[in-house]
Antibody, heavy 122, light 108 residues
Framework: QAQVVQSGAELKNPGASVRVSCKVS????????IHWVRQTPGQGPEWMGG????????VYAQRYQDRVTMTDDTSADTAYLEVRSLRHDDTAVYYC???????????????WGQGTLVTVSP | SSELTQDPAVSVALGQTVTITCQGD??????ASWYQQKPGQAPTLVIF???KRPSGIPDRFSASYSENTASLTISGAQAEDEADYYC???????????FGGGTKLTVL
């Protein structure tokens, strides 16, 4: 079972950037497909983007593609989410999620990190 | 892009059976996954694929499909099943992944 541990809560001013990290089990990041999902208070989850194994590329939800970058450091078994130009309505819990596959080209969100609360407030 | 629609709230008497539904065009060609979320916790997977349960999920959880609707059934609901439940599937266009708005399950 994959271990997924995220960085701690952040408080940011509007207009700033935030980077959330997601550390996985040692020597496994190369074999994992990481996605990011956010959840604003009282709302359902919202997919932000992640690595698409069928396209062999990172894909972003259209509404985030100009402000968000997802990267990883395989030597540190850590994935990163950067969100720029933060607004008050970016206040949310951000989850790192490991994509699972049950058959060819069929996926699901298998393991979730504990979440990172990002609060945007002056 | 398309959407996944869930009833906001459902209640069930302890030990009875309850079904939570998720409707959307993407479900005509994709199976839904289902996630349980308790207050202050991350979502956890309860169903994936046609009707597969991860290790540790009780067999009282099951899934079924009809046209553009996916259903999660809890047979013999327990107090610990009280939670928010979200469905999820790939989209047929645009953003590749969708989530439903969630159903709050109350066990009476």
């Amino acid at each position: 079972q994959a271990q997924v541990v995220q960085s701690g809560a952040e408080l940011k001013n509007p207009g700033a950037s935030v980077r959330v990290s997601c550390k996985v089990s040692p020597n496994t990041l190369r074999t994992l497909y990481i996605h990011w999902v956010r959840q604003t208070p009282g709302q359902g989850p919202e997919w932000m983007g992640g690595f698409d194994p069928d396209d062999d590329a990172t894909v972003y939800a259209q509404r985030y593609q100009d402000r968000v970058t997802m990267t990883d450091d395989t030597s540190a078994d850590t994935a990163y989410l950067e969100v720029r130009s933060l607004r008050h309505d970016d206040t949310a819990v951000y989850y790192c999620v490991v994509l699972g596959t049950y058959t060819r080209r069929k996926y699901y969100f298998q393991y979730w990190g504990q979440g990172t609360l990002v609060t945007v407030s002056p | 892009s398309s959407e996944l629609t869930q009833d906001p709230a459902v209640s069930v008497a302890l030990g009875q059976t309850v079904t939570i539904t998720c409707q959307g065009d993407s479900l005509i060609s994709h199976y839904a996954s289902w996630y349980q979320q308790k207050p202050g916790q991350a979502p956890t997977l309860v169903i994936f694929g046609y009707n597969k349960r991860p290790s540790g999920i009780p067999d009282r959880f099951s899934a079924s499909y009809s046209e553009n609707t996916a259903s999660l059934t809890i047979s013999g609901a327990q107090a610990e099943d009280e939670a928010d439940y979200y469905c999820n599937s790939p989209d047929i266009s645009g953003s590749p992944w969708l989530f439903g708005g969630g159903t709050k399950l109350t066990v009476l």
